[in-house]
């Protein structure tokens, strides 16, 4: 889940603007995960089929 999307409970902002140091550290940790975490499941599961597809292409081809 991206963090623009996100409503703090401390101070009611978005915790994209960073208002209280609630928001920044939670801004901070999401900020930290991996290039893939503001990806849906749905997006990541859709990718993972055209990787596996365009593996079993070039298998193929190579075989």
């Avoid at 550290?25 to 995960?33: F, G, P, S, V, Y």
């Amino acid at each position: 889940m991206t963090y623009d999307r996100l409503v703090c409970a401390n101070c009611a902002a978005p915790v994209s603007q960073g208002r209280c140091p609630v928001c920044r550290a939670n801004r901070k940790h999401l900020q930290q995960e991996g290039p893939f975490s503001g990806l849906n499941p749905v997006a990541l599961i859709v990718l993972m089929v055209v990787l596996v597809a365009a593996l079993a292409l070039v298998a193929q081809q190579t075989a």
